[in-house]
Structure formats: C-alpha cells, structure tokens
C-alpha cells in the first residue's frame, strides 16, 4: 500500500479568465471579450468576426456621460464598462447619458 503525503497545500501558479459581454447600443451588436490574468487585463472587441484591441470605430458616437469626469468623453463608455462589469445582468437597460440603469427589457 503507498502513501501519499502533501508537503504542501495547493497554490495558484498563474490564472486567466476571459469572460464574453454581449451589448446592443443604439441597435448595434457589441461583443467583448475581457482577459483577465496575473499580469493585468484587457478588452477585446469583435469587429468584422475578428477580435481587436482597439473598439469599434462607431463607438465613439454613441453619447455616453463619463461617470468619472462627469462630461462626454471617447473614454465614457469604457469608464462605465470597467465600473459596471462585475454588476452587468442579462435583460437590464442603462441610460446612456447617466450610466444609470433604468428598467429590464
């Protein structure tokens, strides 16, 4: 009969996680993909069915108050996304110039 002895209880070494968003804004489909690892995180866009690291180029359209800077700026969207992607459920409806949600569909 063998023994098994564990010297050392288990530890994480390296982790990832990538976890898909889907979004509609102004009738437009948005799918992002957000990596997570042990050397920071980063958005992915799919654009055309290929990912790029840059968003959409109608994106920066889309009127959106910046809930840090309270203004309108090309960075409002992705201030939201950072502040809102661990809240964010299926069905819920935000109002672009708040960031506040305001009903489900």
Do not use: C
Not at 24 to 43: M, P, Q, S, T, W
Request: glycine share 6%; no cysteine.
């Amino acid at each position: 009969m063998s023994k098994i002895k564990i010297k050392k209880g288990p530890e994480e070494v390296y982790f990832k996680t990538v976890t898909q968003y889907h979004f509609e804004i102004d009738g437009k489909d948005l799918v992002i993909n957000y990596e997570e690892d042990n050397n920071g995180a980063e958005a992915h866009y799919l654009i055309d069915e290929k990912w790029s690291l840059l968003p959409p180029s109608w994106l920066a359209d889309v009127v959106f108050e910046d809930i840090y800077n309270d203004e309108y700026s090309d960075f409002a969207f992705d201030n939201w996304f950072n502040e809102m992607r661990y809240t964010i459920a299926e069905g819920e409806i935000y109002e672009s110039t708040t960031g506040e949600q305001y009903g489900q569909n």
